[in-house]
T-cell receptor
């Protein structure tokens, strides 16, 4: 079956511009996660959705970052007024949901963001 | 709070040799532990996970890991390395307590396999 897909695969933008990153989870998965992978910080949790609600936004690094999920499916991560330190690979994952702590998270290939 | 330490950011082995990638965790509640593999320009793929059943966990591609509570370790092993095993490996922890959906990852270990 289809896995988690993300678009675009690569995004180059200029400092100060806004960007939107998209994630299509595995069909039927109620839980969705965003992580950021960078050389200096490794893999960092950003935000978690259960259905359309985001009970945990604690990992978002600043108020320039926001995310939404519609119809319990597609999610969009938006970064406003991008800065060079936002350059990283943004990974999306989904899981069936409900098996607290033991759910397998299935990852997409990521979006590589470069801010010039 | 939970954390993961992977000893060795880079491990190099010969083809056919034993692979041992080290992972130690810290968790205030019983942990759940995961090993993921990442091939170049790809997302993370689950190798295996420990969820409080058997302490010796077998995964895909011939990998296994043993949960040792007394040592707070979850090392990943494979008896005989293949060239196709060259990738970056991440150990991660979640738990049965609050925020149990959140995976906390180690920094990763890059495995090189020499012919």
């Amino acid at each position: 079956g289809a896995g988690v897909s993300q678009s675009p695969s690569n995004k180059v933008t200029e400092k100060g511009k806004d960007v939107e990153l998209r994630c299509d989870p595995i069909s039927g998965h109620t839980a969705l996660y965003w992580y950021r992978q960078s050389l200096g910080q490794g893999l960092e949790f950003l935000i978690y959705f259960q259905g359309n609600s985001a009970p945990d936004k604690s990992g978002l690094p600043s108020d320039r970052f926001s995310a939404e999920r519609t119809g319990g499916s597609v999610s969009t991560l938006t970064i406003q007024r991008t800065q060079q330190e936002d350059s990283a690979v943004y990974l999306c994952a989904s899981s069936p949901g409900g098996s607290w702590g033991t759910d397998t998270q299935y990852f997409g290939p990521g979006t590589r963001l470069t801010v010039l | 709070a939970q954390s993961v330490t992977q000893l060795g950011s880079h491990v190099s082995v010969s083809e056919g040799a034993l692979v041992l990638l080290r992972c130690n965790y810290s968790s205030s509640v019983p942990p759940y532990l995961f090993w993921y593999v990442q091939y170049p320009n790809q997302g993370l793929q689950l190798l295996l996970k420990y969820t409080s059943a058997a302490t010796l966990v077998k995964g895909i591609n011939g990998f296994e890991a043993e949960f040792k509570k007394s040592e707070t370790s979850f090392h990943l092993t494979k008896p005989s390395a293949h060239m196709s095993d060259a990738a970056e490996y991440f150990c991660a922890v979640s738990n049965s307590g609050g925020s149990n959906y959140k995976l906390t990852f180690g920094k990763g270990t890059l495995l090189t396999v020499n012919p």
